[in-house]
């Protein structure tokens, strides 16, 4: 009831100021179904890493495995992992090898322009975007900036950018036993004669602590990606290194090594009568002792049209995916959209599928089988818009086919299609003036009652309200997901003059958020932060 009243009181008392369009592109759709946050916000609550960014939205929520976004599975109204889209500029980052590897993002907070996250049924840009997407868009880091903080089990967090460059160092002593982790990130951009060059670096070496045995298991990621973009054509590279180490203190009873590769280009086109098309092609390649030697390919085009009937805008699209692994899927898609006395209303729809990824389909070990046969994942969604410039409510729903998941098999996990499931819920946000927010319902009917790993530890109910003032701003998250106590997580950070006082998890709450893994409890990080040089001269 608490919840209830803080999103009702934000509604009754709001006096805004309504801008009475609907902006829909053939590309995008309508700009109101992308939910977005800048710089200057991402600036207001001091972000430290990626999994920060995550806590804007109730429609999102991570599974995370440690602290710093070391490990984490994205969710997105229900779905998860490679069924939630990840794009860096545009790019795919989701990771052909596992969807553990999809938050290895090689990008700080500081570097961005903007993060957005975007519903499957406004027809994604992603092949990964079998729920909906997000986002992450770089500035140019031109300007000089740094950004430095120490805290809690020895937290540190170094940040400095400037003529394009920027440079980050993250790590911590861990919260328990081998949950350490050091993050570094570097980080380069420039344009010369229309062409614009980005590169990245990521690398994360930390404890994985009861992350998928019972041992001190250790794991070391880096990710490599460069693009260069001309016009409205991007070519683009990324490589994944992983290695695995069961038991960090005897690191010969068993390690493994795993290389993905992804190299693509897409480009797009706006023509004549509000006409949109692209195109992506994408070569995966992936090299492990234990998954063995594939290569595959897949190319996605996508078109869409405007047209406008009656004060109504119609928007019919469709996209095509042809994949190496299998037959081509059609994935249709509209929306339809306009302004009713006082309000935008919209309805949208689209046909999504999701490829397995390597480790569903090969990954051996004595407590898993993977599955060769498996089928493509493939979904119906819609959903239902009606809001003002100051609130937005949306229904959504989802039917979901040949469902991939590991189920228990008598002492084993075997990777199957576990048949078919339907998603329905319930998405309401508010802003009134320096406060905001949001809530999510979500109900699942499944056609299989097996026992599964992953399938069922998203949040039924997902509570966000957010607060920013002057000298302090304020996160609070409620989160109620089935198999799990319920998380009540409030971050805090007040501001000086340039230094900052972050408390994370505030009220010391004892939660996880993947089944046997604790989440850290209250920790204490100060800092110091300045848009431009250190020292004036």
Known sequence: MGHGLILALLLLTANPKV???VVVTAKAGSAEKTETIDQSVMDEFTLLNAADLFDFFPSLSLSTRGPGGVQADISFRGARGNQVGVLLNGIPLNNSQTYHHNFDIPVAPEDLA??????????GDSPYGFSGQVNLSTNNNQKERYNFAYGSDRYYHIYAAQYGLSYLLEGSDGYRDNTDYHTTNITWQGERNGVRVFTAFNRKSFGAQDFYAPYPSHETTETYLASASWKNLTVYGIRHDDTFVLDRDNPDFYTNDTQTVRSGFQQEFQLPHNIFLSYDFAANNISSPVLGQHNDHQLTVKGATILQAGGWTLRPGISV???SRGEAEWMPFVGIYRW?????????ASRTVRLPDYTELYYTSPVNQGNAALQSESAWNVDLSVGRA??????FYRNESQLIDWVRRDEMWHAENIGRSRVWGLEASAVIGNWSAGYQMISRESSTNLETKYSWHVPKNHWVLRYHGKDLSVIYQFLDTPGLSNASVLDMTFFGTGFYLKVKNAMDDSYESVPGIPMPGRTYLFGYRVNGPLVNF
């Open 321 to 323: 995916v042809d994949s």
């Open 390 to 395: 100051w609130w937005k409510g949306t229904l």
């Open 19 to 21: 801008n009475e369009q």
């Open 114 to 123: 903007t993060f957005s996250v975007r519903p499957a049924a406004s027809g």
């Open 340 to 348: 009713i006395r006082s309000y935008r209303v919209s309805m949208e």
